[in-house]
């Protein structure tokens, strides 16, 4: 069993749910991201989303896009994103899930990536522009190496899709709580509600939410039905506002455990 199960697996031995805050690596520089990842521990993560920024992140609203260019500014490459995951495994055993798009994972070629990746520490990879009919091809590569390809769903996903996907579901599924790109709306929790609780019951792993999620009491309400709350663009942006003060830590620290308080306060009271 992976560190994604075993987090999982004590956080419900506990009644709790799971926090997943969104970094983008090298935004503002890699030894800021090094820092902010401990930071997100202490304040509460149980597992850390690393973006791996790319030039053409279509899935990705102004923030993050913006966050993806600082990166790619200040020299931030794929190896560089893999070293420095190396470099937190050295004192931390957070799950860290690699997210962003094939093209960097294609030209640094898959079989060599899941290798690299595996000798890294990267639980799991999340991919959001390879179609499901196209992930056998890295399937193939990362499964002997013990790392995850998680499924993305949508409220546009129909339903017969959505069996199909979930037969292959690892780790855990991400669902995308809107249509359009991150960063852009609020989250209507009443409105995924159904959904959600039924997708828990089909899938094979737990259930993650992201998407629109900007504020503790949003986390909170997501939390009341999903096995863990994604928070992204939120956090980027506190980021970006302090990334030349000597306070960025602090206000990371204090908005994620902020977070964290909201996830935990909806299964407080079951």
Not at 10 to 38: M, S, V, W
Not at 50 to 61: I, K, Q, V, Y
Not at 65 to 89: C, F, H, I, K, M
Not at 164 to 170: D, E, G, I, K, R
């Amino acid at each position: 069993m992976g560190r994604i199960e075993d987090t999982f697996e004590q956080l419900k031995k506990n009644n709790r749910k799971a926090l997943i805050p969104f970094i983008t690596a090298g935004d503002p520089d890699l030894a800021t991201t090094e820092q902010t990842i401990l930071t997100l521990v202490d304040a509460g993560a149980d597992i850390i989303e690393l973006g791996m920024p790319f030039s053409d992140p279509m899935a990705d609203g102004p923030t993050i896009q913006a966050a993806s260019e600082r990166a790619l500014a200040s020299g931030t490459t794929l190896d560089a994103v893999l070293d420095l995951v190396e470099r937190v495994r050295e004192y931390s055993q957070v799950p860290i899930v690699l997210m962003g798009y094939y093209n960097p994972v294609f030209r640094y070629g898959a079989e060599m990536f899941a290798r690299r990746a595996r000798q890294a520490g990267v639980d799991a990879l999340l991919l959001v522009d390879l179609p499901a009919e196209e992930q056998d091809e890295l399937r193939t590569f990362l499964a002997p190496e013990g790392i995850h390809l998680i499924t993305l769903l949508a409220p546009t996903t129909p339903a017969e899709r959505t069996t199909q996907l979930l037969a292959s579901a690892q780790g855990f599924v991400y669902y995308v709580s809107m249509t359009g790109v991150t960063g852009t709306t609020k989250v209507d929790s009443a409105a995924i509600e159904t959904r959600v609780l039924r997708l828990r019951e089909q899938s094979p792993v737990p259930v993650a939410v992201g998407f629109g999620i900007t504020t503790a009491e949003d986390a909170a309400s997501i939390a009341r039905f999903s096995d863990a709350v994604v928070v992204g663009s939120a956090l980027v942006k506190i980021i970006h506002q302090h990334a030349d003060s000597p306070r960025l830590q602090e206000e990371v620290h204090h908005f994620v455990a902020e977070l964290k308080q909201g996830v935990n306060s909806a299964t407080d009271n079951h």
